[in-house]
Protein backbone atom coordinates (compact mmCIF):
# COMPACT_ATOMS: atom_id res chain seq x y z
CA UNK A 1 0.00 0.00 0.00
CA UNK A 2 1.20 3.32 -0.78
CA UNK A 3 2.73 5.75 1.96
CA UNK A 4 -0.40 8.18 2.78
CA UNK A 5 1.26 11.83 3.22
CA UNK A 6 0.66 13.11 7.12
CA UNK A 7 0.68 16.55 7.67
CA UNK A 8 1.53 18.43 11.04
CA UNK A 9 2.06 21.47 12.75
CA UNK A 10 2.03 23.85 15.63
CA UNK A 11 -0.38 24.95 18.65
CA UNK A 12 -0.87 27.88 17.26
CA UNK A 13 -1.39 27.22 13.65
CA UNK A 14 1.32 29.85 12.71
CA UNK A 15 3.73 27.04 11.31
CA UNK A 16 2.43 23.80 9.60
CA UNK A 17 4.71 21.01 7.10
CA UNK A 18 3.76 17.90 4.81
CA UNK A 19 5.62 14.12 5.31
CA UNK A 20 5.81 13.30 1.29
CA UNK A 21 7.61 10.17 1.83
CA UNK A 22 7.17 6.99 4.22
CA UNK A 23 9.20 7.42 7.95
CA UNK A 24 11.91 5.03 8.06
CA UNK A 25 11.43 4.35 11.84
CA UNK A 26 9.34 5.57 14.62
CA UNK A 27 11.69 5.66 17.99
CA UNK A 28 11.76 7.60 21.36
CA UNK A 29 14.54 9.31 22.96
CA UNK A 30 15.47 9.52 26.35
CA UNK A 31 18.22 11.82 25.65
CA UNK A 32 18.47 15.13 27.97
CA UNK A 33 18.48 17.17 25.13
CA UNK A 34 15.13 16.14 23.70
CA UNK A 35 13.70 16.34 27.26
CA UNK A 36 15.09 19.79 27.62
CA UNK A 37 14.48 20.81 24.63
CA UNK A 38 10.65 19.86 24.86
CA UNK A 39 10.05 19.92 28.05
CA UNK A 40 8.82 16.60 28.76
CA UNK A 41 10.27 13.30 30.16
CA UNK A 42 11.17 12.10 26.36
CA UNK A 43 10.27 12.45 22.75
CA UNK A 44 8.37 10.75 20.30
CA UNK A 45 10.13 10.76 16.60
CA UNK A 46 9.42 9.35 13.17
CA UNK A 47 12.68 9.79 10.92
CA UNK A 48 11.43 10.77 7.63
CA UNK A 49 13.88 11.51 4.25
CA UNK A 50 15.15 14.84 4.55
CA UNK A 51 13.59 15.09 0.43
CA UNK A 52 9.84 14.02 1.50
CA UNK A 53 9.71 16.74 4.21
CA UNK A 54 8.33 20.45 3.10
CA UNK A 55 7.06 23.33 5.28
CA UNK A 56 3.64 24.69 3.81
CA UNK A 57 2.46 27.42 5.98
CA UNK A 58 4.85 30.10 7.79
CA UNK A 59 8.55 29.92 8.82
CA UNK A 60 9.75 28.02 11.76
CA UNK A 61 12.54 29.33 14.40
CA UNK A 62 15.74 27.39 14.53
CA UNK A 63 18.01 26.31 17.50
CA UNK A 64 20.96 24.73 16.46
CA UNK A 65 21.25 22.31 19.59
CA UNK A 66 24.34 20.72 18.75
CA UNK A 67 27.54 20.87 16.70
CA UNK A 68 25.17 18.73 14.06
CA UNK A 69 21.75 19.50 14.88
CA UNK A 70 19.35 22.29 14.42
CA UNK A 71 15.81 22.02 16.32
CA UNK A 72 12.84 23.65 13.92
CA UNK A 73 10.02 25.32 16.22
CA UNK A 74 7.18 27.67 16.25
CA UNK A 75 8.61 31.35 16.87
CA UNK A 76 5.34 32.31 17.93
CA UNK A 77 3.96 29.76 20.08
CA UNK A 78 7.17 27.45 20.92
CA UNK A 79 6.20 24.10 19.34
CA UNK A 80 8.73 22.23 18.80
CA UNK A 81 8.28 20.20 15.63
CA UNK A 82 11.37 19.11 13.60
CA UNK A 83 15.16 18.62 14.25
CA UNK A 84 17.46 18.39 10.91
CA UNK A 85 21.03 16.85 11.09
CA UNK A 86 22.23 14.20 14.34
CA UNK A 87 23.58 11.02 13.00
CA UNK A 88 22.24 10.40 10.10
CA UNK A 89 21.80 13.76 7.90
CA UNK A 90 19.18 11.80 5.22
CA UNK A 91 16.87 12.08 7.69
CA UNK A 92 14.56 14.41 9.17
CA UNK A 93 13.45 13.87 12.66
CA UNK A 94 9.63 15.25 12.73
CA UNK A 95 8.17 15.31 16.62
CA UNK A 96 5.39 12.62 16.50
CA UNK A 97 3.09 14.49 18.90
CA UNK A 98 3.11 17.46 16.19
CA UNK A 99 1.15 15.48 13.87
CA UNK A 100 -2.51 15.82 12.62
CA UNK A 101 -3.17 12.15 13.44
CA UNK A 102 -0.62 11.19 15.61
CA UNK A 103 -2.06 7.91 16.24
CA UNK A 104 -0.77 6.05 12.60
CA UNK A 105 2.73 6.14 13.40
CA UNK A 106 3.95 4.02 16.75
CA UNK A 107 6.96 3.91 17.79
CA UNK A 108 9.20 0.45 17.82
CA UNK A 109 12.29 1.60 19.62
CA UNK A 110 13.73 3.38 22.17
CA UNK A 111 17.15 5.51 22.16
CA UNK A 112 18.96 6.87 25.42
CA UNK A 113 17.45 3.63 27.01
CA UNK A 114 20.49 4.14 29.39
CA UNK A 115 19.27 7.36 30.67
CA UNK A 116 15.33 7.03 30.92
CA UNK A 117 13.93 8.42 33.63
CA UNK A 118 13.40 5.74 36.46
CA UNK A 119 9.58 6.28 36.31
CA UNK A 120 9.22 6.22 32.84
CA UNK A 121 6.86 2.98 32.28
CA UNK A 122 5.78 2.44 28.15
CA UNK A 123 3.31 0.16 27.71
CA UNK A 124 4.56 -0.81 24.60
CA UNK A 125 7.99 -3.75 23.36
CA UNK A 126 10.48 -1.64 22.10
CA UNK A 127 13.76 -2.47 20.83
CA UNK A 128 15.98 -0.97 23.42
CA UNK A 129 19.42 1.17 22.87
CA UNK A 130 21.51 2.13 25.37
CA UNK A 131 22.37 5.22 23.59
CA UNK A 132 21.25 6.89 19.87
CA UNK A 133 19.41 4.37 17.86
CA UNK A 134 21.50 3.46 15.23
CA UNK A 135 18.97 3.50 12.34
CA UNK A 136 18.67 7.36 13.38
Not at 33 to 47: E, L, Q, V
Not at 63 to 80: E, L, N, V
Not at 96 to 117: M, N, Q, Y
Request: aromatic share 10%; hydrophobic share 40%.
Amino acid sequence: MAFRPAEGGCLCGAVRYRIDAEPKLADICHCSMCRKSAGAPFIAWIAVPHTGFHWTKGEPAAYRSSKDATRYFCGRCGSQLMMRGGSNAELDGVLIGSLDEPARFVPTAEGWASVKLPWVKLGLPLESHPKDNPAF
